[in-house]
């Protein structure tokens, strides 16, 4: 199996990555910088647009720097406003400012798609928290975070960051994130609005630096106009470098902030050259501007040279560090494309198209996807969804092809593939409802002479139907089986990842392994870490289903490390490894390892939408609570299992995993006295499965325990000759175990023998022992009356054997009949044997004897230790 290279994340702006370049003229502010900034682990700077909160905290980062104090800096655009995308960005700044180590470590991360997930949050933690790590990061433009799952995380890594690391947050308005602890714990460093505003001797350096020649009275009169505001300032200054009456300039700010911010801006804007106007009008839409757009949007090849002058102009443009990314003020943008509508009220839409097409041509589709939704063209944003749709729901941004295409006109319903892209999108991130929506727009999608969106269709139909629907349906409307190759590598993938667990609903493992093997090679060509864990737990699911026990757990162990090695220890994705590793665990006798991939597997549970994955979780998470219980919640344990298998969804799993479960649910039910609850197993094995090994193997296991040994022995016997359909290898294992016992107590040692080694010639290479101990009152005999003859498998039996003070403690004897149990019942009660006898209307003998009996199978030599014990069982 090879290994993977490094996680999965959404491509990152570099210049969103680098410390702002300083304004020229820029007044150091010493009553925020010297012991303020960073005096806490956390600090929020927090204050209106244009407040100078970036500046400050850049100039703080600078001399940081300069003190060898690795930053790490984050500017947050709105796209990052959903996990995959924020952790990404978030990680892409960490390793900027980290040694090769930690950077290492950090990029085979993979983030979480569109959930929190504290162990992500926590591995992030435990690398930040060793040697090489920055000291500082920076998350500028916070405001922009109102995700829930988004806001939790970060609120996670807040609530306990790494030792060395502080946490400066810059907003215009609070995050909704817990301060209040913080502020509660003195963890917080606060700078708000009014730490912000420039004071008069402040505002009289900063005009100076710029060479604006103001009176005192001038400064004092403008601070209080704008209320110290920087932006204000900083606009107000431009203005006055070509105004001939600064005095008569001031004198007409009025207004509050809003109103004056627009005066500045109409104002600024007005004496600007008019090519430079042109400019600014034809390149406003995006918020991140490379040299290389704003030249496209604008036709001039001095584009450079254009946003480099406005960058001097301060306040109106910030640069990256590297000189290619340049970014409108929020507030400036928003007012030239303000301006751009009055004038032509379709040119917004022109330039977002613009931008739109720039972006994909440049390998940025997930932005020019949201320009080309708001450029009003939906032919352009249905031809992005047809060419790029699929490619970002593999990469791990499903939830903004979703959350983009359900602000789309409704008109893009009577597209067909942008139906089916939304579909696969919508089931990517756990919305079946909203799937159905688009699948049923996408009527002619099954249309053989487009096998691209065919393909799509039908990965999407079979996705719903492993959601909780009729796969077999499913197979025969789609007619996914016989879908050849597309020459398509992503819609390929969709296909095989998804057909493969469809084949195993109906019993084709053969099939499945290929598809899903195909999927993984692709899938790690591609880097599509979703689909490689997808790929890998569905491997180790066919593998289970097969019963290839050393295969099943090589797969799912793989699949956990690949997890575990980007932060996904609680995915809903690993849930399914976590499952076949229990499983795995319980089949071989490791307990431990069974009781601890169960609890890990409850965890990861949250967000699963697949039926087998979850009915499978949850019944492990059961047994393996009654193989570590007694008393009542032995009895709960047993009763919880049997609810969930008699519940109707559980009929959609496949063969493989009702299979295994039934003789499970079968024993525990006996265990506790419900013969009622195993002859219900029983009866609904049957008709899931009728005429099985599975079914009759099951009947044969409730006549035992019936006592009517004939009857099982007649069940067992075309199962033993092979005459039945077989699901399980296992199933064959029980059904020689079952009937060994039975076949010696009828003095027929030969066929005891016969069956006894035909379960170690399976068994023992897989270390299969589950089977033995369940059956052990009865095997242990025929076990050390014939050891020395079973060949390869003696180590095997002599493992088994060494174990034995441990495995009785996990396996029960021989059941109680239905008359034992009822005598049981009287047994805690002040009754004599006689007066037992009476009241059920048998003779005293008889009541001595089930008594006797009672008290053999409960391993007890008294009435008050069969009381004792059958508490301890769960029994009574």
């Known amino acids: 199996m090879p290994r993977d290279e490094g996680g999965s994340r959404a491509l990152v702006t570099p210049t969103r990555l680098r410390v702002p370049r300083l304004a020229a003229g820029l007044v150091r502010r010493e009553r925020l910088l010297d012991g303020q900034l960073g005096s806490r682990p956390v600090t929020l700077v927090c204050a209106p647009a244009g407040s100078g909160k970036t500046m400050l905290v850049a100039a703080w980062a600078a001399e940081a720097t300069v003190r060898e104090e690795p930053i790490a800096w984050l500017s947050l655009v709105d796209g990052d406003d959903r996990p995959f995308e924020f952790w990404s960005s978030l990680i892409e700044a960490l390793r900027t400012a980290s040694t090769p180590d930690v950077a290492a470590a950090l990029d085979e991360l993979s983030p979480p798609r569109d959930t929190v997930e504290p162990g992500f949050v926590a591995a992030v933690a435990a690398i930040l928290s060793q040697e090489g790590g920055p000291r500082w990061l920076v998350l500028d433009d916070a405001q922009r975070l109102t995700d829930p799952a988004v806001l939790a995380g970060l609120d996670l890594l807040l609530a306990d960051p790494p030792p060395g690391l502080g946490v400066?947050?810059?907003?215009?308005?609070?995050?909704?994130?817990?301060?209040?602890?913080?502020?509660?714990?003195?963890?917080?460093?606060?700078?708000?609005a009014a730490d912000l505003a420039f004071t008069e001797p402040e505002a009289a350096e900063l005009f100076s630096?710029?060479?604006?020649?103001?009176?005192?009275?001038?400064?004092?009169?403008?601070?209080?106009?704008?209320?110290?505001?920087?932006?204000?300032?900083?606009?107000?200054?431009?203005?006055l470098s070509d105004t001939a009456d600064p005095t008569a300039f001031v004198a007409a700010f009025e207004g509050d902030q809003r109103a004056v911010a627009d005066y500045l801006f109409a104002e600024i804007v007005q004496h600007l050259p008019a090519d430079l106007h042109r400019f600014l009008l034809d390149t406003c839409i995006p918020e991140q501007l490379s040299v290389a757009l704003a030249a496209e949007l604008s036709g001039r090849s001095d584009a450079g040279a254009l946003l480099d002058r406005l960058c001097r102009a301060n306040a109106l443009v910030v640069q990256s560090g590297d000189m290619t990314w340049y970014r409108y003020h929020s507030l400036l943008r928003t007012y030239l494309e303000s301006t751009l509508r009055r004038q032509d009220v379709l040119a917004p839409g022109r330039q977002h198209a613009a931008?739109?097409?720039?972006?994909?041509?440049h390998e940025h589709p997930a932005a020019g996807l949201e320009h080309a939704l708001h450029s009003g063209d939906e032919e352009l944003l249905a031809g992005i969804v047809r060419r790029r749709g699929l490619r970002l729901i593999l990469t791990g941004q499903a939830a903004m092809v979703r959350d983009t295409l359900a602000a789309a006109p409704e008109t893009l319903l009577q597209d067909d593939t942008v139906a089916v892209v939304a579909a696969l999108a919508c089931l990517d991130t756990g919305d079946p409802t909203a799937a159905d929506r688009w699948l049923a727009a996408a009527g002619h999608a099954a249309c053989p002479d487009r096998p691209r969106t065919r393909g799509m269709w039908a990965s999407a139909v079979i996705q719903r139907a492993l959601v909780g629907g009729d796969v077999?349906?499913?197979?025969?409307?789609?007619?996914?089986?016989?879908?050849?190759?597309?020459?398509d590598g992503d819609v390929d993938l969709m296909v095989w990842a998804y057909r493969g667990p469809a084949r195993m609903r109906s019993g084709d493992y053969t099939g499945a392994v290929d598809d899903l093997r195909r999927a993984l090679s692709i899938a790690r060509a591609e880097h599509y870490d979703p689909f490689v864990l997808w790929s890998l737990s569905q491997l180790s699911g066919m593998a289970g289903s097969m019963c290839d026990l050393p295969d099943t757990l090589a797969w799912a162990e793989e699949a956990i490390t690949f997890a575990t090695r980007r932060g996904w220890v609680e995915s809903p994705r690993l849930a399914y490894a976590y499952l076949l590793a229990a499983w795995t665990a319980f089949l071989t006798g490791d307990v431990d390892g069974q009781a601890r991939y169960a609890r890990l597997g409850m965890r990861a549970l949250d967000g699963v939408n697949n039926v087998e994955v979850e009915v499978g979780v949850r019944a492990m998470h059961e047994l393996a609570l009654f193989e570590a219980a007694s008393g009542p919640e032995r009895r709960r344990a047993a009763e919880a299992?049997?609810?969930?298998?008699?519940?109707?969804?559980?009929?959609?799993?496949?063969?493989?995993?009702?299979?295994?479960?039934?003789?499970?649910?079968?024993?525990?039910?006996?265990?506790?006295?419900?013969?009622?609850?195993?002859?219900?197993?029983?009866?609904?094995?049957?008709?899931?499965?009728?005429?099985?090994?599975?079914?009759?193997?099951?009947?044969?296991?409730?006549m035992r325990a019936r006592g009517r040994t004939t009857d099982a022995l007649r069940l067992l016997a075309p199962v033993l000759r092979g005459r039945t359909t077989t699901h399980l290898a296992t199933t064959t294992v029980i059904a020689h175990l079952l009937a060994a016992p039975l076949e010696a107590a009828a003095s027929n040692d030969g066929r005891a023998f016969e069956s006894l080694c035909a379960a170690l010639e399976w068994a023992a290479p897989q270390n299969c022992q589950r089977p033995f101990l369940d059956a052990w009152a009865g095997v242990e005999p025929l076990l050390l009356l014939h050891q020395g003859r079973f060949g390869l498998a003696e180590a095997f039996v002599a493992d088994l054997l060494a174990a034995r003070p441990r495995t009785t403690t996990m396996t029960d004897a021989h059941p109680l009949s239905p008359r034992e149990l009822e005598l049981l019942g009287d047994l805690p009660s002040m009754l004599s044997v006689k007066e037992i006898?009476?009241?059920?209307?048998?003779?005293?003998?008889?009541?001595?004897t089930h008594l006797g009996a009672i008290y053999r199978k409960l391993g007890v030599g008294g009435r008050n230790e069969a009381v004792r014990e059958a508490r301890r069982r769960g029994l009574l």
Do not use: C, Y
Not at 174 to 187: K, M, Q, T
Not at 355 to 361: G, K, L, P
């Open 168 to 192: 400066v947050l810059v907003a215009r308005w609070d995050p909704p994130v817990s301060l209040h602890r913080l502020r509660l714990a003195g963890l917080l460093h606060e700078v708000r």
């Open 209 to 239: 630096a710029i060479r604006v020649a103001l009176s005192g009275a001038d400064v004092a009169r403008l601070v209080a106009r704008t209320e110290g505001w920087a932006a204000g300032l900083r606009l107000a200054a431009v203005s």
């Open 355 to 361: 931008v739109a097409h720039w972006f994909e041509a």
């Open 472 to 487: 077999s349906a499913a197979l025969e409307a789609t007619g996914i089986l016989g879908l050849p190759a597309t020459g």
């Open 641 to 702: 299992f049997h609810a969930i298998w008699q519940d109707p969804v559980a009929d959609q799993v496949s063969p493989a995993l009702s299979g295994h479960a039934g003789p499970q649910e079968v024993r525990m039910a006996l265990a506790v006295g419900e013969f009622r609850w195993a002859t219900e197993a029983a009866t609904r094995l049957e008709e899931r499965l009728p005429g099985s090994s599975e079914a009759a193997t099951l009947r044969a296991q409730v």
């Open 837 to 848: 006898a009476d009241a059920r209307g048998v003779s005293i003998n008889t009541a001595k």
